[in-house]
């Protein structure tokens, strides 16, 4: 399994696995298939959020490793 850190991008991420996205929806980035947006780092997309980025790929990590 990938681990996920403040320089994944985000495409990769969904491409991994598509579950993920309600976590990028729940920090309000509702374009998920703008092209932009999934070149995104996490750290990137967080940073335009609002979100503090540690807190988003500890739990995307968490869901990855719970599947």
């Not at 990028?24 to 374009?31: A, N, P």
């Not at 070149?39 to 719970?66: I, K, P, R, Y």
């Amino acid at each position: 399994m990938a681990v996920i850190t403040k320089d994944t991008i985000i495409g990769d991420i969904l491409d991994m696995d598509g579950t993920t996205a309600p976590f990028f929806l729940q920090m309000g980035m509702h374009c998920l298939g703008c092209p932009a947006s999934r070149g995104e780092t996490v750290e990137q997309a967080c940073m335009v959020h609002g979100v503090e980025w540690e807190e988003l790929v500890d739990a995307l990590n968490e869901h990855m490793t719970d599947k």
